[in-house]
């Protein structure tokens, strides 16, 4: 949610709030998200099978592909602002301190709207309340159909 109150696409090189520290903090959330719910759906299919297979495709595959991708359509739109960005805020890995370049916009709810987050909100909120009600012990009532 906070880089998503940040992101104002295609419009400037965008390293306000989180984009400081990291150029892609959407995708590191979303990283983030899987393991965090793999870790805490506690099952070993999913935390030795589906969590290595999803970070082998997120690592292998995606990322490279988005990072080749995304940076060449940011190197051919703003150049050497792009350029200069590229080179000081890393991909995944967050700096400590925020590049010294940064702008300073603030974040904006508008922009979480406008770039489509509510949802992803929403769902997080949902499979939280399904591990919560879980862990509280709550089982659904059995279908006794006729």
Not at 39 to 68: C, I, M, S, W
């Amino acid at each position: 949610m906070w880089g998503c109150g940040h992101l104002r696409k295609n419009q400037a090189v965008i390293s306000s709030g989180p984009y400081a520290h990291v150029r892609n903090p959407l995708y590191l959330g979303t990283l983030l998200l899987l393991v965090g719910f793999c870790v805490a759906a506690g099952n070993r299919v999913v935390l030795y099978g589906l969590l290595p297979a999803g970070l082998a495709a997120f690592f292998l595959y995606y990322t490279p592909k988005k990072e080749r991708v995304e940076s060449d359509r940011l190197r051919r739109r703003f150049g050497e602002a792009f350029e200069t960005y590229h080179a000081a805020v890393p991909g995944y890995f967050p700096r400590p301190t925020p590049w010294k370049g940064r702008t300073d916009a603030p974040w904006s709810a508008v922009l979480v709207v406008e770039n489509s987050e509510v949802e992803t909100a929403v769902l997080v909120l949902l499979g939280l309340a399904v591990l919560f009600a879980r862990d509280a012990g709550w089982r659904p009532i059995p279908f006794a159909g006729g």
